[in-house]
Antibody, heavy 122, light 107 residues
Framework: QVQLQESGPGLVKPSQTLSLTCTVSGGSISSGGYYWSWIRQHPGKGLEWIGY???????YYNPSLKSRVTISVDTSKNQFSLKLSSVTAADTAVYYC??????????????WGQGTLVTVSS | DIQMTQSPSSLSASVGDRVTITCQAS??????LNWYQQKPGKAPNLLIYDASNLKTGVPSRFSGSGSGTDFTFTISSLQPEDIATYYC?????????FGQGTKVEIK
């Protein structure tokens, strides 16, 4: 079955750019019918949707983060990536990648990666 | 953005108890609602989609109902392995939004 795995630095300095990659295995990111998404969870808090990319490159970002977020896809590597610029301590969170399934009339996030903690600190 | 409000934020119940969590949307989202279970240190896991459809393999003690703005998630007989935080999530509109979570503990 499809599995997702996040990778990237666990520590980022303030004002720098957070960069994470999600590697998809067990299925092709180019198969269509899915949004490839990033979601984060601040320590001890709820879930915040960051945005998605379709295999064609179409993106949608959460307006609350839009000015700082870029999501890209590399179909040759079966990966998609997140860049978040000008980070502050408020961006410290566990970052998840997830597949949003686009069914006929319904969508859901499944599966999710295991998550990776990114700490913003000097 | 569509705001999702869950209640209670936490609850404590005994094994075998019926547990009910509510989720209210700030506007009509039809039945475009999912429920997830998140165990400590783990990623969320889909339990219910389209407000009431159980994901394949999920135990039948979990159920969901509702439409419009008011939704309910029920565990018919709480088991020790159900200790987790539960989240609702709407997909009627972008950005996708989640409830703040309900932490379920064993009394």
């Amino acid at each position: 079955q499809v599995q997702l795995q996040e990778s990237g630095p666990g520590l980022v300095k303030p004002s720098q750019t957070l960069s994470l990659t999600c590697t998809v295995s067990g299925g092709s990111i180019s198969s269509g019918g899915y949004y490839w998404s990033w979601i984060r969870q601040h320590p001890g808090k709820g879930l915040e949707w960051i945005g998605y990319i379709y295999y064609s490159g179409t993106t949608y970002y959460n307006p609350s983060l839009k000015s700082r977020v870029t999501i890209s896809v590399d179909t040759s590597k079966n990966q998609f990536s997140l860049k978040l610029s000008s980070v502050t301590a408020a961006d410290t969170a566990v970052y998840y990648c997830a597949r949003e399934v686009l069914a006929v009339a319904d969508n859901w996030f499944d599966p999710w990666g295991q998550g990776t903690l990114v700490t913003v600190s000097s | 953005d569509i705001q999702m409000t869950q209640s209670p934020s936490s609850l404590s119940a005994s094994v075998g108890d019926r547990v009910t969590i509510t989720c209210q949307a700030s506007q009509d989202i039809s039945n475009y609602l999912n429920w997830y279970q998140q165990k400590p240190g783990k990623a969320p896991n889909l339990l219910i989609y389209d407000a009431s459809n159980l994901k394949t393999g999920v135990p039948s003690r979990f159920s969901g109902s509702g439409s419009g703005t008011d939704f309910t998630f029920t565990i018919s007989s709480l088991q020790p392995e159900d200790i987790a935080t539960y989240y609702c999530q709407q997909y009627d509109n972008l950005p996708r939004t989640f409830g703040q979570g309900t932490k379920v503990e064993i009394k």
